[in-house]
């Protein structure tokens, strides 16, 4: 499977990563062998079965849904990266491309 | 007075219980051995020194509903162990080796390590690992690279590699690392430790940096069997803060440990011994069979025909759900922040371009392609079908047999740099233990003799929650062949 440099580029940008033009070259190669290696998925027989979604036969039980004591503002804002009126501050959102 | 860590989590807690020695001197000792071996062998990313804030969420813990204390967790009462980086220690800067979040310092204790710290174990710093435990060297980490206690020009497997290298070396008598893919199990067998990775929900993951939610776990790393079952017994357990957890499945597993062989039925694989398995591992692995044949056990052969296409469909589940996890990595509410960007979204792209590697942001991109409109059925959902093959392969096998076994990784450890510009060749290091996670099932690896001076270990594998089988199988195995606990001759004590 021989993905393009466009691929490459549409794949970074669902993902939120900004990728420079070298790295998108390694990427082309590196991401293209990584498929090629897995198309043995496509030769495999009896596909009928259903999907396996996680190693949990047991299923997952929920908890009650019950008010408990949450951690304090500022223990939650205390790695921010920037805080304003105990809120995490980020650039506009206005003017940002979609 | 010089202890030594390679005795085991018994003798040690003995030696407090009479009064021989106390626990700050085991952390001393823990620490002098750190001071001594790590700066060129590198398992460490942060080291406590002194009583750590972590000591202080035992008031809160107080307020929990019934927790593992009583015989087993006694033991570990003063013992020194470490934690893979990726889990979070209240106070204590947890990055995952990389750059997305140094100087991260998590504001609550993850559920392992707090029932360690509770059972009076203490604390001793964060291991190194493949950033974001993706990779199978430790040469992935933004901090250092780890060595091999071995042979320092070799790796220590991975990701898991930092906690492996820590026990492999004497720094600390146990530690606790993180299994997706064999990061528990392979580093163990290339430094010459016991590791466990537990069934799938034997083990909280709350506080655990989540790489794949529908194959992490959580196990130690140890120089005995019977060192995993105490640890084992500790750490597993439901917590409603995990909801694959289950309730009931716990006991004391170190009661399980009968050294008998006599009886067990001990299955092999052909499609485990096949292309790219090392001479002098195979061999070693044969001895080790025939070794379980001599001491009663029955060997029958089995077949598990999907396990090849079991790499494919994990490098695609793995970094599929790896692209979901890590999408909170934004910069925004921890974390690498990029600086001089003035829009929302080039603040996201900045950030994660800047904070995370070259194989993170690999497999980020393979997942979201996995994942993408057009390619979803094709690969996703195909290899969770594959996923369901492999595991209807197991559930016939294990009609049949108690345990599984087979080499742990298909070569000793490699040289660093050998297959760090090679991400496939990387990937065929994780060939043998990636089919257990995929099917969610408990396994192993023991050590198991040496090739050319460095150590091969010996996976086994049992059905869901059949640990008491497992532990019991490996350790009547490692009982039998006399290999634990294992010394590098770099770690000979001096004085």
């Known amino acids: ?98 | 007075m010089s202890i030594d860590f390679y005795g085991g989590i018994r003798a040690l807690s003995k030696e407090i219980l009479s009064g021989r020695t106390t626990p700050g001197e085991l952390q001393a000792q823990s620490l002098r051995r750190i001071r001594e071996r790590d700066g060129e062998i590198g398992a460490f990313v942060s080291v406590v020194d002194g009583k750590h804030d972590a000591h202080d969420e035992l008031g809160w813990l107080a307020q929990l509903p019934s927790h593992a204390t009583g015989g087993v967790a006694g033991h570990l009462f003063g013992i020194p162990f470490a934690v893979k980086d990726n889990m979070c220690v209240r106070g204590l800067e947890t990055t995952c080796a990389s750059r997305a979040l140094r100087g991260f310092r998590p504001v609550y204790t993850g559920t392992a390590a707090l029932k360690l710290l509770h059972s009076g174990a203490t604390i001793m710093g964060t291991c190194n690992m493949d950033e974001f435990a993706m990779g199978s060297s430790t040469e992935n980490s933004a901090v250092h690279p780890t060595h091999n206690p071995w042979r320092l020009s070799a790796v220590p497997g991975g990701s898991s590699g930092g906690s492996a290298a820590a026990v492999a070396a004497g720094m600390v008598p146990f530690a606790l690392g993180s299994d997706t893919g064999g990061s528990i199990r392979q580093p163990a067998a290339f430094c010459g430790v016991v590791g466990l990775k537990p069934t799938y929900g034997l083990v909280s993951r709350y506080g655990l940096v989540a790489f794949a939610s529908s194959l992490d776990q959580v196990g130690p790393l140890t120089h005995s069997v019977e060192d995993a079952a105490i640890v084992l017994s500790v750490i597993a357990g439901h917590d409603d803060r995990d909801s694959t957890t289950v309730p009931g499945r716990t006991r004391d597993y170190v009661s399980a440990l009968t050294g008998d062989l006599t009886g067990l039925r001990v299955g092999v694989a052909q499609e485990y011994l096949g292309e790219g398995l090392a001479d002098g591992v195979r061999t070693r692995f044969m001895e080790a069979v025939e070794l379980m044949r001599s001491r009663g056990a029955v060997v029958i052969n089995v077949s598990l025909p999907h396990t090849p296409h079991a790499l494919s469909a994990y490098y695609l589940i793995a970094p599929a759900e790896a692209s979901s996890n890590l999408a909170r990595f934004d910069g925004v509410r921890y974390g690498h922040r990029a600086q001089s960007v003035d829009a929302l979204l080039d603040l996201y792209q900045r950030s994660r371009s800047e904070g995370f590697g070259p194989e993170v942001k690999r497999r980020i991109l393979i997942g979201t392609y996995a994942l993408s409109a057009g390619y979803y059925d094709a690969y996703y959902r195909r290899a969770q079908q594959v996923r369901t093959l492999i595991l209807q392969d197991f559930e016939q096998a294990f009609a049949d047999v108690d345990v599984i076994v087979s080499p742990t990784a298909p070569t000793t450890a490699f040289a660093i740099g050998e297959k760090a510009a090679d991400p496939l060749a990387m990937y065929q290091s994780d060939v043998g233990t990636i089919p257990a996670n995929l099917a969610g099932l408990p396994a192993i690896s023991v050590p198991c003799g040496f090739v050319d001076g460095l150590p091969v270990g010996l996976q086994m594998i049992a059905g869901l929650f059949e640990e008491a089988t497992l532990l019991r199988a490996a350790h009547a195995y490692e009982q039998a062949a006399g290999f634990s606990p294992l010394r590098p001759s770099l770690c000979e004590e001096v004085n």
């Not at chain 1, 590196?30 to 290696?37: A, G, K, M, N, T």
């Not at chain 1, 304090?72 to 979609?98: H, I, K, S, T, W």
């Open chain 1, 1 to 98: 499977m021989q993905l393009s440099k466009e691929d490459v580029t549409r794949v970074a940008a669902l993902a939120h990563i900004h990728v420079e033009p070298p790295e998108v070259e390694a990427l082309v190669r590196d991401l293209s062998r990584i498929l090629d290696y897995a198309s043995d998925l496509l030769q495999v027989e009896g596909l009928s079965v259903l999907p396996t979604l996680h190693g949990a036969k047991q299923g997952m039980p929920l908890r009650p849904d019950q008010v408990r004591p949450s951690l304090p503002v500022q223990r939650v804002l205390a790695n921010a990266p920037d805080v304003e009126d105990n809120c995490f501050r980020v650039p506009p959102v206005l003017g940002d491309n979609p």
